[in-house]
């Protein structure tokens, strides 16, 4: 799945914008760390020059003052001594200056407080654990915290011992050093010169850096972000479905070839795009041609085409609207795959040795119908070596038994019409021809002075055998007359009449008497003659079948509210219990004869629907089978339209 597109439009916004804010971010911050990096560079290097520069000024002043120093001492004059030790106190950027002795006692110091006072920690400072004799003789420049709390630069140089000064201080070797020359110089000063220039570094490293960075923000922007931008909008586009974005381009650099590729990869996409819609057009009018429903169902029970053959066996308006839908869901409203024990499901069944399946399936609809069908499966495998455990499809064919029941009605209507029509003709015209010839010899003998009454009376016997004949053959030319397309209004008690007289010769040959009991008045409905004719046929001949031994055959019509029921009741041999739930089932069949093509009841079920009736199983044990047809009442539906 696309996680981009999956994306809520505010995320996708924060993820454009910030492109752009992140690039100038990392820019700032790589050269604000270079800059911060070669400014502590600097600063180190910097405050190690001043350092170093301060340390060989103090090592010359310190030579100048150890070779005045011995002079002073060689000759004595301690006065002169510490005046050179007061003035050199009082220079720019000297806070103190001490001469120590080994033990770390000051013997002179600019600040005549001082003088005499013992400096062992100063000693500890310039070589922490030595001992006076073993002072080292090289000078040492530190910063440190004075006792007032400022930063000091302080300067140890050892003043060493030299052989005229052995006469003193012994020899070099158990006294190397006669005293320690320590200078104090103010560090904030120097800090102060150091952060100065740093500053002044950093406001032209600042000035550099925005500079820099907007140089590059403004290359990135014209020939990076803006080409990137138009990109992103564009696959945004482009996955969205409008396959007929393009972008822009500008130039011959790595961006440009980037929008050309961007460009052809879309072109060809969009062809791509045309040549699926076009087969998939193609596909779909294919399989709409299909007369039965057809549907194929991947390995996640998902559907992914389905004819509209199928999609109104699901009462579905279009086949599109079944994309996605999952089978279990259309066919059974299920949340879950069908349990194998109750249905036959051909994903569960079908493998690579079974790769075709025929069962009966009931169809449950939204709307809570069901719709009888006939399926076909066969397996489709999605790889080219058909493995048993490789991925498939299922494609069904979905043939609705009620239309197939609907076609063998109509068949065995246009047989029975083209028969009845046939006999019916040929038995009309040649007694239209006896019963004219009749008449006329009639007519003849009328005018004849003889006695010829007995002749008369058997002409006239011939003439109403003659009628009765015509009669029949009427009745079988309604029963085999083609159905009208819009309803008629249809004489309940004259169908019904007309229909058993047609079986009289049958139910006499059975054994079976007949009686009616017919509403008085005249019920009627709005129904096709020759339909209800052929339900009525159906329903009797069925309780004829029941009989085989003879008994009592009951049709009746009545008024039920603002219905009219047809009744027909029979002695026969019954309903099992386990049997009834199927009687209307297409190709079900229990005839006694065992020769019934389990579609009677079935088409007689059809027509009582088509014309807005209920037909039902009133009573169905050993001795007593009733079916009961229920339809609205013409007459009632008549006042209710006035």
């Known amino acids: 799945m696309n996680l981009w597109v999956c994306m809520p439009d505010s995320m996708q916004i924060f993820y454009q914008q910030h492109l752009s804010r992140r690039f100038i971010a990392f820019l700032f911050g790589v050269l604000g760390l270079v800059s911060v990096c070669f400014l502590m560079m600097f600063y180190y290097f910097y405050n190690a020059q001043i350092t170093e520069e ?26 002169g001594l510490r005046d050179i030790i007061t003035d050199l106190g009082k220079q720019e950027g000297v806070r103190d200056v001490m001469i120590l002795n080994p033990a770390g006692e000051v013997r002179f110091a600019s600040r005549p407080e001082r003088q005499g006072q013992a400096a062992a920690q100063v000693i500890q400072q310039f070589c922490p654990g030595c001992t006076s004799a073993s002072l080292p ?7 440190l915290v004075s006792d007032s709390g400022g930063e000091i630069l302080r300067t140890f140089h050892p003043v060493r011992n030299r052989s005229p000064c052995m006469e003193c201080h012994g020899s070099v070797a158990s006294h190397p050093v006669n005293g320690i020359l320590v200078v104090d110089y103010d560090a904030a000063s120097i800090r102060q010169k150091g952060l100065m220039n740093i500053l002044v570094l950093i406001g032209a490293g600042s000035i550099a850096v925005v500079f820099s960075a907007g140089a590059a923000w403004w290359f990135m922007q014209r020939y990076v972000l803006q080409p990137v931008k138009r990109l992103n909008s564009a696959s945004q586009a482009l996955s969205q479905g409008e396959l007929a974005t393009r972008v822009s381009v500008a130039g011959r650099d790595e961006m440009a070839n ?17 040549v699926l819609q076009s087969r998939e057009q193609f596909l779909q009018g294919l399989i709409d041609a299909v007369p039965d429903g057809v549907r194929v169902i991947d390995p996640y029970y998902q559907i ?47 493998d690579a040795s079974h790769s075709s399946l025929k069962f009966m399936e009931t169809l449950q609809r939204a709307d809570g119908s069901l719709l009888s069908t006939e399926v076909y499966a066969a397996r489709l495998p999605l790889a080219p070596d058909d493995s048993a455990d490789a991925e498939c499809l299922v494609v069904e064919s979905v043939r609705d038994l009620d239309k197939a029941v609907q076609y063998s009605h109509e068949q065995k209507l246009a047989s029975l019409g083209e028969l009845a029509a046939g006999v019916a003709h040929e038995i009309h015209n040649p007694l239209a021809s006896v019963r004219i010839a009749l008449q006329a010899s009639g007519q003849i003998l009328d005018d004849s002075p003889e006695d010829v009454a007995e002749l008369k009376d058997y002409l006239h016997l011939v003439d109403e055998r003659v009628e009765q004949c015509l009669d029949v053959t009427h009745r079988l030319m309604k029963l085999g007359t083609l159905a009208s397309g819009h309803p008629e209004l249809v ?11 047609l079986l009289r010769f049958e139910r006499e040959q059975r054994g079976i008497h007949e009686r009616l009991e017919l509403a008085s008045g005249n ?7 020759n339909d209800l004719r052929m339900i009525i046929l159906n329903l009797v001949q069925n309780a004829f079948h ?34 009834l739930p199927h009687i209307f089932d297409p190709f079900f069949s229990r005839r006694h004869d065992q020769r019934g093509s389990g579609l009677g009841l079935t088409i007689t079920r059809s027509l009582v629907k088509q014309h807005g009736g209920q037909i039902g199983v009133a009573a169905h044990a ?3 089978t009733a079916f009961v047809l229920s339809f609205p009442d013409a007459d009632v539906l008549s006042k209710e339209a006035a």
Do not use: W
């Open 546 to 579: 029941a009989m085989p031994d003879g008994g009592e055959l009951l049709v009746g019509s009545g008024y039920q509210g603002d219905n009219i029921e047809i009744r027909v009741e029979d002695t026969g041999t019954g309903i099992d219990d386990a049997v």
């Open 622 to 624: 050993p001795g007593k």
């Open 137 to 143: 003789i090289e000078p040492v420049t530190r910063f």
């Open 491 to 501: 004489e309940v008690n004259t169908v019904i009449r007309e229909t058993l007289s």
């Open 258 to 274: 980037l929008a050309n590729t961007f460009n052809h990869m879309a072109e060809r996409l969009q062809h791509s795009h045309r």
């Open 54 to 79: 301060r340390t060989q000024a103090s090592h010359a002043v310190s030579l100048l003052l150890e070779s005045s120093l011995e002079r002073a001492m060689l000759r004595r004059d301690l006065p």
């Open 304 to 350: 992914v085409v389905a004819n509209r053959a199928y999609a109104e066996q699901s009462g579905f308006t279009s086949p599109a609207e079944l994309r996605q839908q999952y089978c279990y869901k259309v066919a059974h409203q299920r949340d879950t795959p069908c349990p194998s024990s109750l249905h036959t499901c051909p994903l569960q069944v079908l």
């Open 523 to 529: 019920p009627r409905i709005l129904a096709a003659d």
